[in-house]
């Protein structure tokens, strides 16, 4: 979706807000959001992005295994994280207990992922709803809501997933915020039971905060291609606007391999990133 498309989305008042927000902060915020070299905020975008689709990937795990595949410890009874899937109550919980967990992913986890979903799982038209209980990842602490609808038409099996979410630095004193609208449709896999032959791509735009309060719009601009095999996204471009700002394109690369590399180009200029 390009820019001017994701526009066309927002409500007059919305845009409003966002501008007047962007206003009143730009004084304090402009210099330090719009250098080139202050990659951070393509960085903490990247790190929402990735921190969600994880947990859906641990849902979607659970349900349809019942274990995690962890780092040194992937079978059934596993005492790093434990599963728990009611049908009756139509309740998935994954629960890393108080104390972190090594993932596959490298990274630690504690806390909880609950999901509440309607119907059977795996029809059309059930809805998915994801909250987080003292969830922490990297000790970065995770709040808020994801709602996932799977819906089946002339253009195949895809996921509407609307997200509003905060993750809390480790310092507990900064956070970065989120409001998204995206769809996720499959390339392959979705077949199986075994989600890590998945492969599948997110589109879609939202808004999000900078931990210095810098306000800005987004939109994915090359769709994101996805395996939870890759511990990030293997291609694509996100633009991000501040309003009266040059736009930021974050740049995940080729799909070639999986690695952590990343750039950020402003006005021609290009910043390397690596994500975390």
Known sequence: MSGKKFYAFLSASAL???????GCKKS?????????????????????EQTLSDAETFIDQAYASRFLNLKGDNVLGSTCASISVDTAT??????????N???????????????NYTKKYEDTGSVRTITFDKY???NYAVNGLLTITKKQNTKGLHYDIESSATLTNPDGLTSTSRKAYQVRSYVTGNSS?????????I?????????????????????????????WPKEGVVEMIQVGQAP????????????????????????DVLMD
């Open 203 to 231: 589109d879609g735009y939202g808004e999000y905060t900078h931990t210095n309060g810098g306000l800005y719009t987004f939109s994915i601009e090359k769709h994101l291609r996805v395996n939870p095999n890759c511990d």
């Open 101 to 115: 967990c090594l993932c596959k992913d490298s990274r630690y986890r504690r806390g909880r992922i609950i999901c």
């Open 248 to 271: 930021r394109l974050f740049d995940y690369g080729p799909v070639i391999g999986c690695d952590r590399k990343a750039t950020m180009t402003v006005n021609g200029s290009v910043t």
């Open 136 to 138: 922490y990842v990297n």
């Open 16 to 22: 409003a807000l966002v501008i007047m927000a962007i």
């Open 90 to 99: 139509r309740t998935i919980i994954v629960d890393f207990s108080l104390q």
């Open 28 to 48: 304090n915020n402009t210099d330090q959001v719009t250098n080139v070299e202050d990659i951070s905020y393509g960085k903490e975008n990247a790190r929402m």
């Open 193 to 201: 039971a075994d989600v890590y032959d998945d492969e599948y791509f």
